[in-house]
Nanobody, 125 residues
Framework: EVQLVESWGGSVRPGGPPRLSCVSSGFSLDEYVVTWFRQAPVKEREGVSCIYTDGVTRKADSVKDRFSASRDIAKSTVFLEMNSLKTEDTAVYTC???????????????????WGKGTLVNVSS
């Protein structure tokens, strides 16, 4: 069974930024591109960052200097490290995956084959 499960964890290192985790099962990160989406209240869903099967990442302009995607293939997990969080980053964050055979934009929601259920990140001032 294919699953993507998001969780909102603490810092990787003391004083470091928090990060989201997306644990995958039922498929290989060597074969699927994983994308992080987010949707804030009364806003459209937005592609945030994706990581390709070769490890190359792409980021939205809104998070380019602050967020960073990475992966641990052995743990079938993709991460989104989030620096300098702002209140406008408050949203439900969802990871999704599409086959590497799809060569279109990684932020195209309609191309995703699998979706997680999402997890809320609430940034308060």
């Amino acid at each position: 069974e294919v699953q993507l499960v998001e969780s909102w964890g603490g810092s990787v290192r003391p004083g470091g930024p928090p990060r989201l985790s997306c644990v995958s099962s039922g498929f290989s990160l060597d074969e699927y591109v994983v994308t992080w989406f987010r949707q804030a209240p009364v806003k459209e869903r937005e592609g945030v960052s994706c990581i390709y099967t070769d490890g190359v990442t792409r980021k939205a302009d809104s998070v380019k200097d602050r967020f960073s995607a990475s992966r641990d293939i052995a743990k079938s997990t993709v991460f989104l490290e989030m620096n300098s969080l702002k209140t406008e980053d408050t949203a439900v964050y969802t990871c999704a995956a599409h086959s590497k055979l799809y060569l279109g934009p990684c932020f195209r929601a309609g191309a995703m084959a699998y979706w997680g259920k999402g997890t809320l990140v609430n940034v308060s001032s």
